[in-house]
């Protein structure tokens, strides 16, 4: 970067994937599933947006269709990891303050969306920003895999305190529920202070690593959106994105 922004999105890449391996690289619509989502991150025009690839073929993809990456440590145990090396690569006199952390299998993402995770960072007391929307389909209440947000929702307010995420149909009684969606907005130090510490007790318990910035202590909030990205996890997905991408 010839000059260092404020904001930094950074989209950790890795080849292994239990479900869909090699899925950074899987063609949709003779583009890599990669560049798909750096193009979305670029157009969301909030600040320059680099790829950390666990692997050289990811880098030289994203490269080859005119993006940045940085190629990063194949072992790193979370995608938190992955994007601390590679800001720390690109920025190592500490000068970027907010980081968005952007997984790299949502293709079809809203650059919108990028845009709103950013929002709730206006409030100094807020370590790291993510988003929420509300679950409009009953399966999904009770089903584990969507990732539960409760949330201290005022009012109308479109954003809101982050109280747990749970895989559990959670809050019961009356109201809404909340579907997380895990795309992070981390103030530099706050991701800094993440990294050094160890999972904790609850995140392993939910298998769910914010957890671990919970416990610790730290403030997420959460900014309310309309509609949840399509995460490609299984080649069904894969289906689903090109159909819709074939459809633009």
Same mark, same amino acid.
């Given at each position: @970067?010839?000059e ?8 950790p ?10 899925? $950074? ?7 890599p ?6 193009r979305r991150?670029m *157009? /969301?025009?909030?600040? =320059?947006v680099?790829?950390?690839? /666990?692997e050289?073929?990811?880098?030289? /993809? ?17 995608g938190s990891d992955?994007?601390?090396?590679? +800001? *720390?690569?690109?920025d $190592?006199?500490?000068?970027v303050e ?7 299998d949502l =293709? ?14 206006a409030n =100094?007391?807020?370590?790291?920003a993510?988003?929420?929307v ?5 399966? *999904? ?9 409760i ?20 809050p ?5 529920l909340?579907?997380?969606?895990g795309l992070?907005a981390w103030?530099?130090?706050a991701?800094?202070r993440?990294?050094?510490l =160890?999972?904790a ?10 957890l671990?910035?919970?416990? /610790?202590? @730290?403030?997420i ?6 509609t949840?990205p399509?995460?490609?996890?299984t080649p069904?997905? +894969?289906d ?9």
């Amino acid at each position: @970067m010839s000059e260092t922004p404020r904001t930094l999105v950074v989209i950790p890449a890795r080849m292994a994937a239990s479900r869909l391996p090699g899925k $950074p690289l899987a063609d949709i619509g003779g583009v890599p599933m990669i560049v798909h989502v750096w193009r979305r991150a670029m *157009e /969301a025009g909030i600040g =320059p947006v680099v790829v950390a690839a /666990a692997e050289a073929e990811i880098a030289w /993809a994203v490269e080859q269709a005119g993006g940045h990456a940085v190629l990063t440590r194949p072992d790193h145990p979370s995608g938190s990891d992955r994007v601390f090396e590679a +800001l *720390e690569a690109l920025d $190592p006199e500490g000068l970027v303050e907010t980081v968005v952390n952007l997984q790299g299998d949502l =293709p079809t993402l809203d650059p919108a969306l990028v845009r709103a995770a950013i929002a709730p960072l206006a409030n =100094p007391a807020v370590d790291l920003a993510t988003l929420a929307v509300e679950i409009v389909e009953e399966r *999904e209440r009770t089903d584990p895999n969507v990732v539960k947000a409760i949330l201290s929702v005022e009012g109308d307010s479109r954003i809101a305190r982050a109280l747990y995420f749970t895989r559990a149909t959670a809050p019961s009684g009356e109201g809404p529920l909340y579907h997380h969606i895990g795309l992070y907005a981390w103030r530099r130090a706050a991701l800094v202070r993440f990294v050094t510490l =160890p999972p904790a007790p609850l995140e392993r318990r939910e298998r769910l690593e914010q957890l671990r910035a919970l416990e /610790a202590g @730290m403030r997420i909030d959460a900014a309310i959106v309309d509609t949840v990205p399509l995460g490609v996890d299984t080649p069904s997905d +894969l289906d689903r994105a090109r159909a819709i991408l074939a459809g633009q």
